[in-house]
């Protein structure tokens, strides 16, 4: 039986989750939130409902490596995500980057992320090319985004972190990247920070 999130949060100085934490928590001090009771979890939820049982403004961080993929309405979520973060908290997390060669292999993936991906949640630009700023009120600010390469054999890992090196040398190299070399050498993941900066 779950103790409320209430419960969970209280007296604490600094409110932190984890979304869909695998077998252990990325961040230690996180409240762990996913559909199955692990080790890992300390609240059993579904997020593909979204967080109501989460009030609004309250959360200082949230962690989110390699969930969002999973979502059924990313939208929604992200407008979830939003909410529930205090003026000044932080989104920090991953996903696989379209161009990853496991991507498709996992049959619970519902969306595709590219270097672009999150500027449909916030208004501010900080690539050359613009997506539209029409399509939702979300308005986090990007505070970083980054390609990153990696692989489970030692030697071609080797060369990939010094790809990673190159193509997150600027905006101009990461763009250069998706627009021309996507295909010749697939990006793993994408790691990205994102602040709300008013309600």
Known sequence: ??????????????IVVELGPGE?????EAIGIDLHRKPSVEYVADLNQG?????????????AYHVLEHIDNLESFMREIYR??????RLIGSVPHFSN????????????????????FSKNTIFKREVPKYYNRIDFRIEKIELVFTSP????NKVKKIMQKIFNLN????????????????????????RKDHE
Do not use: A
């Open 84 to 89: 529930v973060l205090k003026t000044g908290g």
């Open 1 to 14: 039986m779950n103790r409320s999130f209430s419960e969970l949060v209280k007296n604490k100085e600094k």
């Open 153 to 156: 054999f030692r030697i071609r």
């Open 51 to 63: 967080l109501s049982f989460i009030s609004s403004n309250s959360i200082d961080e949230i962690h």
């Open 24 to 28: 252990r928590k990325c961040c230690k």
């Open 101 to 120: 060669p496991y991507f498709y292999s996992d049959y619970t993936h519902n969306s595709f992320w590219g270097l672009y991906t999150l500027c449909y």
């Open 171 to 194: 905006t101009y190299m990461q763009e250069l990247y998706e627009e021309n070399f996507v295909y010749m050498f697939p990006c793993y993941e994408i790691f990205f920070i994102l």
